[in-house]
DNA sequence: CAATCGTGGAT
DNA sequence: TATCCAAGATT
């Protein structure tokens, strides 16, 4: 049976993210926190900066409190239900986690499988309003006795066949080993019905990126909660409706310096908002104390990928 | 229940 | 280029 913690890890890390985007950054994670006790010993900024690029920082937070919960408890939970009260494990995960790495009859409910079935009983509910309903048919393969025989092969075959026929666009239904009971198989490449799109608003942000004389760059650190929260960031203004004038950007500078405006604006798309960022730059040869400044180098590997922009955007512009 | 919460790749 | 969408959880 495979390893829980490597199981939660990769469940974890494939919220919301193609397999594509985790698989080096699993095995980059695994080196450096081998073990469920390793990752329990870390410090939080260990984990947030290994978890950087990644999204959905709330999952690293969740992760390394629930890592110290079971180092805590001294061993992992018996059943899907132990899991469930772990923090940043929800229906999904722990029925996962159940199935694939303790080989018991958990049916986890993902995007594939709502697709499929959805799609095997041509539900046309719309999203997500649909997700009880779809959540409920699929227990229905709890009697399956190809599941109640291998609970995480059955899983693992179920989001394959939604990965790779039942698609979301140009579903290969001829391809597909359950046509014959499909009563969607018609009207396949409409289901399920998703909610209308809303437009993203646009925002707006000025910051501040102080150098020192050794290629050195001053970091800040976001609230541990909320929008990027326990990361790193690069200091700067709120990030309001309108666009900030210089005078209004600068009234909000971190210290008073020679703040010089950088040519051209960094973009960013968040989920739910779009973000236009203003960045000014300054040569700062007294460097302060308790700051954390950090080579540029590694500053880029460490920062959410909206920071990542600003650097690149000075970089562009001969800022170093 | 609806909103919040990132990012990169596919189309 | 714009949109879609991915092994969701939390509030």
């Not at 890592?67 to 992992?76: C, D, E, S, W």
């Not at 289901?191 to 150098?211: I, N, S, T, W, Y």
Request: charged share 20%; proline share 9%.
């Amino acid at each position: 049976m495979p390893d829980p913690y490597q199981v939660w890890l990769s469940e974890v890390m494939l919220q919301q993210t193609t397999v594509a985007a985790v698989a080096p950054r699993f095995q980059r994670f695994l080196g450096r926190f081998p073990t469920v006790a390793a990752l329990a010993a870390a410090p939080a900024e260990a984990v947030m900066e290994e978890w950087a690029g990644l999204g959905y920082y709330a999952r690293a937070r969740a992760l390394h409190a629930a890592a110290r919960a079971i180092a805590a408890a001294g061993a992992f939970p018996p059943d899907a239900a132990g899991w469930r009260e772990l923090p940043g494990i929800g229906p999904y995960t722990a029925a996962a986690v159940a199935a694939i790495a303790l080989g018991q009859p958990e049916v986890p409910v993902d995007g594939n499988v709502e697709r499929v079935v959805a799609r095997l009983f041509a539900v046309t509910e719309p999203m997500p309003r649909a997700k009880k309903t779809l959540a409920a048919l699929a227990q229905g393969f709890s009697s399956d006795p190809a599941m109640r025989a291998r609970p995480g092969d059955f899983a693992q075959a179920l989001f394959d066949l939604g990965a790779t026929i039942c698609t979301p666009k140009n579903p290969a239904c001829a391809l597909c080993p359950w046509r014959e009971g499909c009563a969607g198989q018609a009207m396949a490449a409409d289901l399920p019905v998703r909610a209308e799109k809303v437009p993203r608003p646009m925002r707006h942000g000025a910051h501040f990126l102080a150098l020192d004389g050794a290629g050195r760059v001053l970091l800040g650190r976001r609230p541990g909660h909320g929008l990027l929260g326990g990361m790193a960031d690069i200091p700067g203004t709120a990030w309001t409706g309108a666009p900030w004038t210089d005078a209004e950007a600068l009234a909000e500078a971190p210290f008073a310096a020679p703040w010089a405006a950088v040519p051209g604006v960094a973009l960013h798309g968040f989920t739910h908002f779009q973000l236009t960022m203003r960045l000014f730059w300054a040569r700062v040869e007294i460097p302060g104390t308790n700051q954390d400044w950090r080579p540029l180098a590694e500053a880029a590997r460490i920062l959410p990928t909206v920071f990542r922009r600003l650097l690149v955007l000075a970089e562009g512009a001969g800022v170093r």
